[in-house]
């Protein structure tokens, strides 16, 4: 049963398991609502990279932070259309562009960006967008475009969140994701481990996050990637069991939602990853580079997926399942 109205304790109970029983749980839940053979394998690129006026306190893209991070304009739409092929050639199913912008404003970069949605929409991917904030107009105009989903993670619980952002607030994020969700778009949306938050933080944002009216169907857990320059850059390195216990209890809460083992991979050994997919991942971001950092290559997780038994998930799945014959 899939279940909107969990409460802290509810969450508590299942996030304070002994581990190896919570990961049971998990699994069983995993198998009872999904294939399990089955990975989901997305892309990222970044199409416009640094500069942002955000002061997210993990980000190598805001401007105010010293960082190596190589900053460009928004990409051209031919050459963001070679990436996607690509990727697709490599297996993804999913190509999802990201920004580094405080949100989209109505302007030609805007106009672009709806281009590159037509244009990878029609190559049969699932087309995925981060750009920040949006209102209820350019979250329809995405829509119209082919966007498949909005990715926009609220990333920590709300009380923690100020400690992390100042330059928006938890609400902005939230007000987005109402528009993308009521734009007919799926959501994508999740949040990051390894930022100093407590546990009850990680607890609050996995309960606001399964009491949505409905739950995000991706939901991307990120250890956080620690990034010279940035406030965060001296955190100690997030321990591989929080990261099972995070996906593990995301799964029980969020049956059916696509629980993405996002950034931090290039840290953990297969070992871990395949802990991580018992505990109910089915999702990775694949390729050379998340945005802006190194992930294992399509070659290393081609090799991790014969050694798993694991395979690709088809594009658009869901919707070809409810289609009638
Ligand atoms: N600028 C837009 C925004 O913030 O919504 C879109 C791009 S932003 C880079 C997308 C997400 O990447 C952030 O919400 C955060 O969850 C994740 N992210 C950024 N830097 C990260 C890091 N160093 N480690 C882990 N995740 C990170
Ligand atoms: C998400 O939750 N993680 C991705 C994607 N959504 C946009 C981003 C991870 C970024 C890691 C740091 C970087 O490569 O810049
Ligand atoms: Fe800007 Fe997004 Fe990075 Fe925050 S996470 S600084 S909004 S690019």
Redesign the pocket.
């Given at each position: 049963m899939i279940r909107n109205n969990w409460t802290l304790d509810d969450v508590k109970e299942i996030y304070d398991m002994p581990l190896l029983e919570l990961v049971f749980r998990a699994a069983a839940v995993h198998r009872e609502y999904n294939d399990t053979g089955e990975v989901q394998v997305c892309t990222?690129l970044?199409i416009k990279t640094g500069g942002c006026p955000e002061d997210c306190a993990?980000?190598?893209?805001a401007a105010r932070y010293h960082t190596d991070?190589k900053t460009h304009g928004l990409m051209k739409k031919e050459e963001v259309l070679q990436y996607a092929a690509k990727a697709k050639e490599a297996g993804s199913t999913r190509f999802?562009m990201?920004a580094a912008w405080r949100e989209v404003r109505d302007n030609r970069d805007f106009d672009h960006v709806l281009e590159m949605v037509k244009g990878i929409n029609a190559m049969d991917m699932e087309v995925c967008c981060?750009l920040g904030m949006l209102n209820a107009e350019q979250a329809r105009k995405l829509a119209a475009a082919g966007l498949f989903a909005y990715?926009h993670?609220l990333d920590t619980s709300s009380e923690y969140y100020g400690e992390i952002i100042s330059t928006r607030t938890y609400d902005d994020r939230l007000q987005t994701l109402d528009n993308v969700r009521k734009a007919g778009l799926t959501v994508?949306c999740?949040?990051?481990i390894g930022l100093g938050e407590t546990h009850d933080d990680r607890m609050k944002m996995l309960q606001t996050l399964s009491t949505m009216p409905e739950h995000p169907e991706s939901v991307?857990?990120?250890a956080l990637?620690r990034?010279e320059g940035t406030p965060l850059a001296q955190q100690p390195k997030v321990d591989i069991w929080d990261m099972v216990r995070m996906i593990a209890t995301a799964r029980i809460l969020m049956p059916k939602a696509m629980v993405?083992l996002?950034?931090g991979r290039q840290e953990m050994s297969l070992a871990e990853q395949a802990l991580c997919f018992m505990a109910g991942a089915n999702s990775i971001?694949a390729g050379e580079?998340?945005?802006?950092?190194?992930?294992p290559s399509f070659d290393e997780d081609h090799a991790m997926f014969a050694m798993l038994g694991l395979k690709p998930r088809e594009a658009f799945k869901e919707a070809k399942e409810t289609v009638p014959a």
């Open positions: 990222l970044s993990y980000c190598p893209q991070v999802c990201g981060t990715n993670n994508c999740g949040g990051i991307p857990v990120n990637v990034i993405r996002s950034a971001f580079k998340l945005l802006t950092t190194p992930n």
